[in-house]
């Protein structure tokens, strides 16, 4: 069983910066495309970006030029650098973890922008 722990959530003002984290279990991580997405209250999941194992990486057009993927495979963590953070970024926010078909999840972690 793979697992996942998002960490790094938080209040922050508009214009501001956060980054979160996702510890992800087991030996094979950089085997893995992982992903970042979000649900905002009232609304559906959506992926916000992703990073295969070979390195792509791919942005929603409401993040690009803001938000960026990063892995460390040594630390078997997915991080989500969050820049100039709006108030629409307000959500919860989840890791994912894919390969082989098999797909596995955090357990979310709030951001709340807020001034």
């Known amino acids: 069983q793979v697992h996942l722990v998002e960490s790094g959530g938080g209040l922050v003002q508009p214009g501001g910066s956060l980054r979160l984290s996702c510890l992800v279990s087991?030996?094979?991580?950089?085997?893995?495309?992982m992903a970042w997405y979000r649900r905002a209250p009232g609304k559906q999941r959506e992926y916000v970006a992703g990073?295969?194992?070979?390195?792509?990486?791919n942005y929603v057009d409401s993040v690009k030029g803001r938000f960026t993927v990063s892995r460390d495979n040594t630390k078997n963590t997915f991080y989500l650098q969050m820049n100039n953070v709006k108030p629409e970024d307000t959500a919860v926010y989840y890791c994912n973890a894919l390969r082989e078909g098999n797909e596995y999840w955090g357990q979310g972690t709030q951001v709340t922008v807020s001034s």
């Open positions: 990073e295969t194992h070979y390195d792509y990486t």
């Open positions: 087991g030996s094979i991580f950089r085997q893995y495309t």
